[in-house]
């Protein structure tokens, strides 16, 4: 993978909520910090284990997971990390070079119960329409098109991703924001959550900026 320039800290909500409650063993690949795993391990007594190939995000992790791995994804062996109950990737596996590789070699941590939740950004959301309309394709540090993006996702693509590398989707959510109503939402926040929930449900590829899946290995 290309270095990441910066240090992910933040917890995705929609991953988090995909979490069975049930879950006590939990694999977060690409852990950035540790924050989304901290906050498992507060819901309830649970053994998260994290990976990340940032040393800094990894020394920072240390804290608040029980056990972080500082390896390289793209070639890392799972076999010696034993079974989970649900394996996170949220927004790691658009970062490799072979996310269908992956996918493949995570099967030996997955019992016949074990489920994973995988969260993809959608290439083709409004806002970035709007900067390809304008022929625009810029890179960044951080977002849709970041600088570190092997792979990009819209809808289709996001989905035949778990079902063409031996994966059953049991939920699926896009997840995204109405624009342009920013004075709107912070008056009326409840309102404007359902209309949220209505515009990604009525046009996913156009208003969702992200996929949320929860999976399994197909039966």
Known sequence: ??????????????????????????????CGTGTLGERLRQERERAVVGITYSEEEAAQAAGRLSQVICAELNTFDFTS??????????????????????LDRLRCVLGPDSVIVVAL??????????????????????GILDRTHF?????????????QTG??????????LVPFIGPIRRL?????????RLSCILAPGLFAFQFVYLARLRR
């Open 121 to 142: 950004p959608n290439v083709v959301w409004w806002k970035q329409r709007l900067e390809f309309l304008i022929g625009r394709w810029r890179y960044q540090d951080w």
């Open 81 to 102: 990390l034993g079974e989970f109950d649900c394996v996170i990737m949220s927004h790691i596996l658009e970062h490799l070079y072979s996310p269908e590789d992956v």
């Open 1 to 30: 993978m290309v270095k990441v320039l910066t240090v992910y800290s933040g917890v995705n909500d929609c991953v988090l909520s995909f979490v069975p409650p049930s879950a006590v063993r939990v694999l977060d690949i690409g």
């Open 188 to 196: 009326f926040p409840s309102l404007v959550s359902k209309l949220d």
């Open 167 to 176: 994966y059953e989707v049991l939920r699926a959510r896009p997840d995204g």
């Open 151 to 163: 792979r990009f996702f819209d809808l289709q693509s996001s989905e035949e991703l778990l079902k």
